[in-house]
């Protein structure tokens, strides 16, 4: 996979005596910092950080975290820092709105569970100052510039490096070790996540190589066949396995631009080895397989479709992190080679 580069300036500290242990307290108190069972390199701050909108200076180490951003969570427990804020989960997530891999991470800490906010309709920044952060993660979402001046009033704002919903999983961490001065930790993360990938192309010989669209297939409409481009961080995963993005995918793909789609009428154009999508009931497979249109895409007329109705799966490998990717490998894999093999 081709990284997005992320620009990076680190302004020069004076040496610090010592680092003081983070608080453990609760989330609900403005006294309290976050939990944290890993320490900031020395000399790790003041830190700016460019993105989007500008640069972010933070002059310290954070001790009160709010995210924003979808993958920004992940990335701070896998770093050991807990935040003291949450989007809840709204699609794939569990009754309290969050994933199996963040709980089972935010038990290893030891750490309570952070507040968790409702972003469905728009970011609800007095939500977000009520928690009193010192930082704020955005640095996988599609916040605007109005959404980042306001937040930017409650503390420092980090958001995407480029494009809004175009950050690879090694952009987001990157940046997140800059933001709380855990770069070497950061780089030990990211080498155990794709020595995960690495382990996976090794234990599925039989997809490395394969063409795959990641598709966005609905029942209630199939005049046009959605689909993510290569800006999006879906087909990052499967790049990642070793598989490739279809060349109609690639062709389809403009700056900026993380979804696509085409009339169904151009079905039989869409050539991959394997196509997935999201389905809301088991029957939507054999909907799309007898459609006279959708039908006639050459992966699903060779049954080679995975229409999966498992959503947190589908999470987990479509907004991949270090803590997601090894359920992704476990749950979502699977799925893709029993479609190729034509199950």
Request: hydrophobic residues 40%.
């Amino acid at each position: 996979m081709i990284r997005r580069s992320v620009l990076i300036a680190v302004s020069t500290a004076l040496a610090l005596s010592g680092l003081a242990a983070c608080s453990t307290g609760s989330t609900d108190s403005a006294d309290s910092g976050q939990a944290s069972t890993s320490k900031a390199d020395s000399g790790a701050f003041p830190v700016t950080i460019e993105h989007a909108f500008g640069e972010t200076t933070i002059e310290k180490e954070p001790k009160r975290i709010s995210v924003v951003g979808v993958n920004d969570a992940d990335m701070l427990l896998s770093l050991g820092v807990v935040p003291v804020s949450i989007p809840k989960v709204t699609w794939g997530g569990d009754e309290d709105g969050t994933t199996p891999w963040f709980d089972e991470k935010l038990e290893e800490l030891d750490a309570d569970m952070p507040a968790i906010i409702d972003q469905t309709d728009a970011i609800p920044v007095d939500e977000v100052a009520k928690q009193t952060p010192d930082l704020i993660l955005a640095t996988y979402s599609g916040i605007t510039e109005e959404e980042y001046k306001k937040l930017s009033e409650i503390a420092p704002v980090v958001a995407y490096p480029d494009q809004p919903w175009a950050t690879a999983w090694e952009d987001s961490l990157e940046m997140v070790g800059q933001a709380t001065g855990r770069n070497k930790l950061a780089d030990e993360v990211e080498a155990d996540t794709q020595q995960a990938f690495a382990d996976a192309k090794k234990d599925n010989p039989e997809i490395q190589g394969k063409t795959f669209i990641w598709a966005a297939l609905a029942t209630a409409d199939l005049s046009q066949i959605p689909f993510y481009t290569t800006e999006d961080a879906r087909p990052d995963f499967l790049s990642d396995l070793g598989m490739k993005n279809a060349p109609v995918v690639v062709e389809n793909t403009k700056k900026g631009e993380f979804f696509a789609q085409v009339s169904a009428e151009k079905a039989s154009e869409l050539q991959s080895d394997f196509l997935f999508t999201y389905a809301v009931e088991e029957t939507d497979a054999e909907t799309y397989a007898k459609d006279k249109l959708i039908g006639q895409i050459p992966a699903i007329k060779a049954g080679h479709m995975w229409a999966s109705t498992d959503n947190v799966a589908s999470l987990a490998a479509g907004t991949p992190t270090p803590l997601s990717v090894p359920y992704a490998i476990d749950e979502f894999v699977p799925g893709i080679v029993k479609a190729l093999e034509g199950q």
